[in-house]
Structures are given as structure tokens and as C-alpha cells.
């Protein structure tokens, strides 16, 4: 059992903590717990807790709302409010929006551990309060204009339009991101960078209102305005908005870019495939190359590392046997060039599969996608044992 304490009182956190830490308490796990009230929902999507404790010196209808609209999403958490005081109708009204118990101050120890028990005997089984967990592709380029941001933005729209999947679309080009400009001609309002200065407090709702949405199932969480606001995301932030993500969206597209700070090695751990876009060239080749020896040395296994040829062309000087001999890997897919749809669809802001439906890009994309959801139809199978068995 998951217990969270939010108290913007220490004293009253000390003696809750004090008095869970007996050892007649039912077994349990404290989680950090948040200042106050007002962190309920942002803990409660970043932590999940089972039981949460909340002390609210004279809750009202203003409590009361945030109750509800917390325990709609986590039907499963138990809460139980430690008050100064209440009216007279306040208990009624809390249990109606599903609080579990309400105990005053001074706080008595077999009243707490009481309702503790109670709620122990009402967890649903083990995990229920575990939440599903999206799939994170992360796209790096090899070297910068290798098309990733592209195929980043126009893979993570043919998740959403294409697959009917939820999907986000994080840029983590940190300092000069532009893959919100690939799909929508939005400004954004909100970026990264604001989203972690709100980091205690977010939850689903800021994290979705926060986006730049270009369809109901797609948002995308554009990069800092500018370099200065690109250094307040720090790692720590990208880790609680990956984990916060994928309790919520089937898919979590990261456009990574390629100067590996801190902040995109994060990222990457989060990821359950790398997408490693190249040209058929011998200078893209070279840079494939040492990313590959990059992303070996930080641990992440091959199986993970996906190389996707883009711009494409049958019967150049390079072979694609040449590329994955000299790389000692497997192509995974191969995306066609397409100069005239490709432009019009990036200088236009508008996906590719909108603009131009049919383009080969278009069909490449499409069968991308679903080789990502449905598993690859005829391939060695990793995609589908990354994504589908992880
Ligand atoms: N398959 C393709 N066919 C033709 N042009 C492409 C293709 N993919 C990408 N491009 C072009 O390459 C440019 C650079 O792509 P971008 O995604 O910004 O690269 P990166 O993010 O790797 O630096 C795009 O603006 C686009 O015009
Ligand atoms: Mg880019």
C-alpha cells in the first residue's frame, strides 16, 4: 500500500509521519507527498498512491470540487482528510464525492491507523492502482538536416490520425526546437520550459493544456522560446513530464536532436525504441556510426537502436547492405525521397499525410506507424518484442 501525506503544516506532517511509522501501522510505503491541498491532483497523476492523506485545516466547496475531480480520475485512491474543522454539512457532502474518512485534530493515533485498515482491506487487487503505460519512440538524427524532426512529427500525426492513438510529441530540442512549425502554424503559448517551472504542480490537465494540439488525440509540447528558458529544463523536470506522459498517452514521440545534454540521456532512458535517422552518404554514415558508439556506451542495448534510411533512393553509389555492413546493423526502414511533397509540407506547417495523402513519404509513414502498433509483418520481429512484450 502506497500511502502520500500533503500537509502544508511540517508539524502536522511530522506527527501523521510519526504516527505511521509505528509498528502496529498496516505495512505501507511513504511516498514524498507534496505541500498542500493544492498538489492533490499533481501527486496523485505523478504518484499514484493508494490511500493519500490530506490535511485541510477547514475544508469548503472549493476542497470539496478538487476532491471530486481527483478521485473521478483515480477511482481507486482512498482519501482521508485530517481538518481543524468542518461545517455541519461538510461530511456528508465529502463522503458523497467519495472521500473515505474524515478525522480532526488533534489526530489520534487509533483513529488514523483505524481508517488505514479500513482502506487496506478495500485495495483492489495489487497494480490496480498502477497505471497503463505508453510506448516511447525517441528519434535522433545522426547529424543534423537527416529528416528526425520530420519523421518524428509526421510519424507521431499518423500514430493519432492514422492509428487512432493518443499521442504526445515532446521536443527536446532544447535550445532550438521547431518541430511544433513541422505540423501546426500555432504559436505556442506555453512551452517545456514553463512546464517544468509548474513542475510540483502538474498533472494530466497541465500537462494537456500545455500543449500545442493539432488534433483532439495529438499535443504537442513545444521547446523553450529561447536558449536562456531552454536552461531552466533541467532532467529531473523531462523525467516526472516522461513518466506523467506515459500514464497517459499510448504514445510519447521524443524529437531528441543531437547534442546529447543531460536532459536527452533522460529522455532516452524512458524510451522503448531509438530511432537513428541517416542518409545514404558516407558522411551520415560516419556520424551513424559514432551515435551507435555513443548510444552503446550509455548502456542502451542494440535491440533498442533502430536505423531508419531516410530520403531514400534505389540504385545510388551507397547500398543499403554497404550502410549496414559498415554499421553492423540492420536497416530497419527505409523512407523514400520526395523533395516536392516534403517542402510543400514543412514550409506549409501542414502533415505530410494531409498535404500530400499519397506521396511514397506518405505510404511510408503509414506503414510505420502500424508496424509500431500492430508489430512488423514480416520482419525479425525486435519491434514487436520491444513494444509489444516489454
Ligand atoms: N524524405 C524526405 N524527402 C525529402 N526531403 C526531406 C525528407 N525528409 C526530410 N527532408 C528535408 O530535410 C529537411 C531537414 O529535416 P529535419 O527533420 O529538420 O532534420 P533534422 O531534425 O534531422 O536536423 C526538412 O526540412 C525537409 O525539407
Ligand atoms: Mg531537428
Same mark, same amino acid.
Given at each position: 500500500m502506497k500511502i502520500a501525506i500533503l500537509s502544508a503544516d511540517k508539524t502536522h506532517l511530522q506527527q501523521i509521519r510519526h504516527l505511521l511509522a509505528?509498528?502496529?501501522?498496516?505495512a505501507h510505503t511513504l511516498l514524498p507527498g507534496e505541500d498542500g491541498p493544492d498538489h492533490l491532483s499533481a501527486v496523485a497523476d505523478q504518484?499514484?498512491?493508494?490511500v493519500m492523506i490530506v490535511d485541510v485545516s477547514h475544508p469548503g466547496a472549493a476542497e470539496l470540487t478538487l476532491f471530486e475531480q481527483v478521485l473521478h480520475a483515480h477511482p481507486h485512491l482512498a482519501l482521508i482528510l485530517v481538518c481543524g474543522s468542518t461545517t455541519a454539512e461538510f461530511p456528508i457532502s465529502a463522503m458523497r464525492a467519495g472521500v473515505r474518512d474524515i478525522l480532526l485534530w488533534p489526530l489520534e493515533k487509533e483513529a488514523l491507523l483505524a481508517a488505514i485498515r479500513r482502506v487496506e482491506h478495500k !485495495?483492489?487487487?495489487?497494480? $490496480?492502482?498502477t497505471q497503463a503505460k505508453g510506448k516511447t519512440l525517441a528519434f535522433i538524427p545522426?547529424?543534423?538536416?537527416?529528416?528526425a524532426t520530420f519523421l518524428a512529427a509526421n510519424l507521431a500525426y499518423a500514430l493519432a490520425v492514422e492509428e487512432n492513438k493518443k499521442v504526445v510529441l515532446f521536443d527536446?530540442?532544447?535550445?532550438?526546437?521547431?518541430?511544433?512549425l513541422f505540423l501546426s502554424d500555432r504559436v505556442p503559448t506555453t512551452t517545456l520550459a514553463d512546464v517544468a517551472h509548474n513542475i510540483d504542480r502538474l498533472d494530466a490537465s497541465l500537462l494537456a493544456a500545455s500543449m500545442v494540439h493539432v488534433t483532439s488525440n495529438l499535443g504537442i509540447l513545444p521547446a523553450p522560446e529561447n536558449p536562456e528558458r531552454a536552461l531552466e529544463v533541467m532532467p529531473e523536470h523531462i523525467e516526472v513530464m516522461l513518466k506523467l506522459a506515459a500514464t497517459q498517452y499510448d504514445y510519447i514521440v521524443l524529437d !531528441?536532436?543531437?547534442?546529447? $545534454?543531460a536532459a536527452s540521456i533522460k529522455a532516452l532512458d524512458h524510451a522503448d525504441v531509438i530511432f537513428s535517422v541517416l542518409q545514404e552518404t558516407l558522411p551520415f554514415i560516419r556520424d551513424a556510426k559514432r551515435l551507435i558508439y555513443v548510444l552503446e556506451s550509455l548502456g542502451?542495448?542494440?535491440?533498442k537502436v533502430h536505423l531508419l534510411v531516410n530520403r531514400f533512393e534505389p540504385g545510388?553509389?551507397?547500398?543499403l547492405e554497404d550502410v549496414e555492413r559498415a554499421l553492423e546493423m540492420k536497416v530497419y526502414a527505409t523512407i523514400p525521397n520526395s523533395f516536392q511533397a516534403v517542402s510543400a509540407s514543412v514550409n506549409q506547417g501542414v502533415p505530410i499525410l494531409e498535404i500530400a495523402s499519397h506521396d511514397s513519404v506518405s505510404k511510408s509513414l503509414r506503414r510505420l506507424a502500424h508496424e509500431v502498433v500492430?508489430?512488423?509483418?514480416?520482419?525479425?520481429?525486435w519491434l514487436a518484442h520491444l513494444l509489444h512484450h516489454a
Open positions: 509505528g509498528e502496529d501501522a498496516p504518484q499514484w498512491p493508494d !485495495v483492489v487487487a495489487p497494480g $490496480a492502482t545522426c547529424k543534423g538536416g537527416s529528416g527536446l530540442n532544447l535550445q532550438f526546437g521547431d518541430a511544433v !531528441v536532436g543531437r547534442t546529447l $545534454a542502451y542495448s542494440r535491440e545510388g553509389d551507397i547500398r500492430h508489430g512488423p509483418a514480416e520482419k525479425s520481429g
